[in-house]
């Protein structure tokens, strides 16, 4: 009972996005299936203490293999969560407070070359003719063009580009829509495809702007494959997600002048200690081009 009324309160007051609300349904369930058995809640939540709440941090570390990361998304779940039982009246205190979370490692975020990407795109013999060509095609390139993330690619309706302003319009976290603007050559693109995909006379006709061969609404696997496909053409590394493209767009962004403010709004972060962490990448590269160009290096 008290499960759904927190879901209930993240749909419909604090407005998240349905992939979040799964995120948050999944990590309650895997703690109460941790406590009880049976995957159900405790009848009274005052009994949780915060010795459950480290037991199965240890189970999770332990038995699970899981990430300090992955932990510490968990924990923050059942802080939420215990929050708003303390709004609600339902118990005194939050017992996940006096939880301490591991530590994670602070790793640069992974791009690829950004001038090898370009050459990808612009290249005559890399994406296929035909709709399912130009469709990949578009996938990257709004990725890196405008480092939008995943859910905010697959959210996108063909009436959110403005072929007049040369703009889109993106639905972001907590429902916050922001304005980005794209290249000339994204913006024919984008037109050229809307054409494309309107003449292939599918069954359903939906607005929205990615869609499979079928014509249905695309999905995250169906991205990730396109992305991995491609970048495997010119990078190497493991690590070859839709994220990557947003971080090379952001890194070429600040390695080319931009300032941490206007990157910020481009990616639509809450604030701006989520981007700082693009400078990083900036200062490894003054420091490879320092070692190589200095004498006394």
Same mark, same amino acid.
């Given at each position: 009972?008290?499960?759904?009324?927190?879901?209930?309160?993240?749909?419909?007051?604090?407005? %998240?996005?349905?992939?979040?609300?799964?995120? %948050?349904?999944?990590?309650?369930?895997?703690?109460? +299936?941790?406590?009880?058995?049976?995957?159900?809640?405790?009848?009274?939540?005052?009994?949780?203490?915060?010795?459950?709440?480290?037991?199965?941090?240890?189970?999770?570390?332990?038995?699970?293999?899981?990430?300090?990361?992955?932990?510490?998304?968990?924990?923050?779940?059942?802080?939420?969560?215990?929050?708003?039982?303390?709004?609600?009246?339902?118990?005194?205190?939050?017992?996940?407070?006096?939880?301490?979370?591991?530590?994670?490692? /602070?790793?640069?975020?992974?791009?690829?070359?950004?001038?090898?990407?370009?050459?990808?795109?612009?290249?005559?013999?890399?994406?296929?003719?035909?709709?399912?060509?130009?469709?990949?095609?578009?996938?990257?390139?709004?990725?890196?063009?405008?480092?939008?993330?995943?859910?905010?690619?697959?959210?996108?309706?063909?009436?959110?580009?403005?072929?007049?302003?040369?703009?889109?319009?993106?639905?972001?976290?907590?429902?916050?829509?922001?304005?980005?603007?794209?290249?000339?050559?994204?913006?024919?693109?984008?037109?050229?495809?809307?054409?494309?995909?309107?003449?292939?006379?599918?069954?359903?006709?939906?607005?929205?702007?990615?869609?499979?061969? /079928?014509?249905?609404?695309?999905?995250?696997?169906?991205?990730?494959?396109?992305?991995? /496909?491609?970048?495997?053409?010119?990078?190497?590394?493991?690590?070859?997600?839709?994220?990557?493209?947003?971080?090379?767009?952001?890194?070429?962004?600040?390695?080319?002048? +931009?300032?941490?403010?206007?990157?910020?709004?481009?990616?639509?972060?809450?604030?701006?200690?989520?981007?700082?962490?693009?400078?990083?990448?900036?200062?490894?590269?003054?420091?490879?081009?320092? /070692?190589?160009?200095?004498?006394?290096?």
């Amino acid at each position: 009972m008290f499960l759904e009324r927190f879901i209930n309160y993240l749909q419909f007051e604090k407005r %998240y996005s349905p992939h979040t609300v799964v995120a %948050y349904r999944t990590d309650l369930e895997q703690f109460f +299936a941790h406590l009880t058995g049976d995957g159900h809640p405790p009848e009274n939540p005052a009994d949780i203490t915060h010795h459950d709440i480290r037991g199965w941090m240890v189970a999770l570390m332990d038995e699970d293999k899981r990430s300090p990361r992955s932990i510490n998304r968990k924990i923050a779940t059942l802080r939420k969560y215990f929050k708003f039982l303390l709004q609600e009246q339902l118990i005194t205190a939050n017992p996940a407070a006096k939880v301490n979370t591991p530590k994670i490692a /602070k790793n640069l975020p992974v791009v690829v070359e950004d001038a090898k990407l370009a050459i990808m795109l612009n290249s005559d013999i890399i994406f296929d003719n035909g709709f399912e060509g130009m469709r990949d095609k578009l996938v990257i390139e709004l990725l890196f063009g405008t480092g939008i993330r995943l859910a905010e690619l697959l959210g996108l309706k063909e009436t959110d580009f403005n072929p007049y302003e040369g703009t889109i319009k993106v639905l972001g976290k907590r429902n916050k829509e922001r304005i980005i603007p794209v290249n000339r050559e994204l913006a024919l693109l984008l037109a050229d495809y809307v054409a494309l995909k309107k003449n292939q006379n599918f069954d359903n006709n939906l607005l929205t702007l990615i869609v499979t061969n /079928k014509g249905a609404n695309a999905y995250p696997k169906l991205i990730y494959l396109i992305v991995q /496909k491609y970048l495997s053409y010119i990078s190497t590394q493991k690590k070859r997600s839709p994220h990557v493209l947003r971080h090379t767009f952001a890194t070429a962004l600040l390695n080319n002048g +931009a300032d941490l403010n206007s990157i910020k709004e481009l990616l639509g972060h809450a604030n701006l200690s989520a981007t700082q962490v693009y400078t990083h990448n900036s200062v490894e590269r003054l420091k490879s081009i320092y /070692k190589l160009a200095h004498p006394k290096a």
